[in-house]
Structures are given as C-alpha cells and as structure tokens.
Nanobody, 124 residues
C-alpha cells in the first residue's frame, strides 16, 4: 500500500489549500484515514480523521470549523480542505491509514501506512 500526499504550498494567512492523499490498493474503503502534521521541534499531531465505514469525522480543537476531511472511495483518495489558514498551521502534513480502526486514533503508532508528507507554509 502506498500513500501519495500532494497539495501543499505557500499561502497567506486567511487563505485556503486542499490536500489530497491518493492511496494505492483496492481496499481503501476498509481503512480509517487520518491527516497529521508536524511543525519544526514539535511532535506529530493528529489534525483530522475519517472512519472507514461510518464516515464519521474527528477534528483537533485547533482546526475545528476551519478544516474539512473527506474521502472518495471510488478514487481511493482522502482530502483535507483547509480554510482560514493561520501561521500556526505551518507544518509538514502527512496522511496515514489504519487497517483495523473503527475509530480515529490520535496515536501515530496505530497507523499502518504513511504518506511522504507535504509542506504547508502560511505567511502572516
């Protein structure tokens, strides 16, 4: 299984970006998916997740109301729409897949597969 993240870039505060994560394999629908981010000198943290069967979503408090996670099982892709971006959103963003989860875990070791990361930089 391979995850390919894309869509990062440089944006001004208040702007928007949409990240995509294309997942290889035919059982994408069986994965709970998460988007994490890691800023320099900080631990990797969960930003948003979407559960495999129910489609229920989870958001970190810091992004609630600004970010939207979604998935397209036909395209085996998960998205992260990021609006009203702030300088503190600057980080490398990673997508991750959990084969067995029926809930969104905040723990990195729970996830089985990871994308390579895409840089998001928000200027003030």
């Amino acid at each position: 299984v391979q995850l390919q993240a894309s869509g990062g870039g440089l944006v001004q505060a208040g702007g928007s970006l949409r990240l995509s994560c294309a997942v290889s394999g035919r059982i994408f629908s069986s994965y709970t998916m998460g988007w994490f981010r890691q800023a320099p000198g900080k631990e990797r943290e969960l930003v948003a997740g979407i559960i495999k069967n129910s489609g229920r979503t989870y958001y970190a408090d810091s992004v609630k109301g600004r970010f939207i996670i979604s998935r397209d099982n036909a395209k085996t892709t998960v998205y992260l729409q990021m609006n009203s971006l702030k300088p503190e959103d600057t980080a490398v963003y990673y997508c991750a897949a959990d084969r067995s989860g029926n809930y969104v875990s905040t723990l990195t070791h729970v996830y089985d597969y990871w994308g390579q990361g895409t840089q998001v930089t928000v200027s003030s």
